[in-house]
């Protein structure tokens, strides 16, 4: 794939009308996702608190993982003044296994934020909207069209995907210049009539996630296929191009299982830098140099771009002494925040306990 600055010079697709794709381009992303919509729980509703928490929670994260933690938040905190009350470790226990726990922080500090600056009252604009912690351009818009039907667009890497293939744009999407050429198409593709904001909206995401695929795009369903300039040259596995690579860091830990019979030692909380809000199980990172520990248990897990490899160490040998733990009863740590990795661990060693 290039990204030289010759195929910038050679490409017109960033010369494009200022016009949508086709005058009924809107009305027919509404209609077709009147009939292909998945049935979700976040769709039933014009709540805008709660569209934002199904926003938030699919950022980085499935539908299908989503769907759970959503009805399980919405069922603890059903309203924004819930949320604003809640402490920091019950919202964070929800959303233990979701990952990115920066979010589920800022959505506490949001409600707060909204309660006391906005008097409970969801922004409506999107000046006052962009000023709640945790909230983009992406989710501004995604929240004003969907819940109050305001002609506001949304982008997100599915859109860019999206809206990269309709204009078969084949410059890298994460240059600052493309990036703006593709917000501006995203916003003269947003409809005037308020009637079909909402499905407009919701349909071009249901297009990019279950459509327009970053793998294997299904055109012979796409509803706008005869638009798409990527369809047309059979170029829809190349777009779109990024310039930056992300570069996948691998990284490995050694993980210390003690147990004294039911009770297991952890760290004090707080005792790692990086881990203030979790418990956790004494760990050590290993360095590039290090060779593999000696080990009883691995795991693998992945991380935006970086890759894992955790050793277990169980045995009945001393903590190495930099440690300071505590014992607790395995079935007590239940009730802990400890990130995915050492739930993972503490259910298999759980299992061998009983
Ligand atoms: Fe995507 Fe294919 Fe539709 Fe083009 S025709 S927008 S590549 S699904």
């Known amino acids: 794939m290039s990204t030289s600055s010759s195929s910038a010079k050679k490409s017109p697709d960033l010369a494009l009308s200022k016009r949508p794709l086709s005058k009924d381009f809107a009305q027919r992303i509404a209609a077709w996702f009147k009939l292909a919509a998945r049935d979700l729980p ?11 928490i199904s926003e938030v929670m699919l950022q980085q994260t499935t539908v299908a993982t989503v769907i759970d933690y959503y009805q399980r938040f919405i069922s603890q905190f059903p309203t924004l003044e819930s949320l604003a009350a809640a402490t920091e470790d019950e919202v964070l226990k929800l959303w233990q296994g979701l990952g990115y726990y920066r979010r589920a922080k800022n959505l506490r500090f949001g409600a707060q934020m909204i309660m ?54 084949r410059e890298p999407v994460d240059r600052g210049p493309v990036l703006k050429r593709l917000w501006e198409i995203a916003r003269i593709h947003v409809p005037s009539e308020r009637a079909i904001i909402r499905e407009f909206t919701e349909g071009m995401m249901e297009l990019g996630a279950m459509v327009c695929t970053p793998a294997n795009p299904r055109c012979g369903h796409c509803p706008v296929q005869n638009l798409c300039v990527a369809y047309k040259k ?35 909380r707080g005792s790692d830098k990086k881990f203030l809000d979790f418990h ?7 360095d590039s140099e290090s060779g593999i520990p000696a080990y009883d ?42 990130p995915t990795i050492d739930r993972r661990i503490l259910a298999d060693f759980g299992a061998f306990l009983r």
Request: glycine share 8%; hydrophobic share 40%; aromatic share 12%.
């Open 42 to 52: 976040w769709r039933e509703t014009s709540d805008p608190y709660r569209i934002w």
């Open 116 to 169: 006391s600056e906005f008097g409970g009252k969801f922004p409506h604009t999107r000046e006052e909207i962009l000023k709640v912690p945790g909230i983009g351009a992406y989710s501004a818009g995604s929240i004003l069209s969907i819940a109050h039907q305001m002609p506001e667009a949304a982008l997100d890497g599915n859109l860019i995907r999206v809206y990269s293939r309709l204009y078969g744009i």
């Open 234 to 268: 059979g170029i829809q596995l190349e777009i779109p191009l990024k310039e930056k690579r992300m570069k996948r860091k691998k990284l490995r830990e050694i993980v210390f299982l003690r147990n004294r019979g039911n009770k297991i030692a952890i760290l004090k």
């Open 280 to 286: 956790r199980l004494p760990f050590m990172s290993l």
């Open 297 to 338: 248990l691995k795991y693998k897990y992945a991380v935006t771009d970086r890759d894992f490899e955790v050793f277990v160490s169980r045995s009945s040998d001393k903590l190495p002494g930099q440690f300071k733990v505590r014992w607790v009863g395995i079935k007590d740590c239940e009730e802990l925040l400890f």
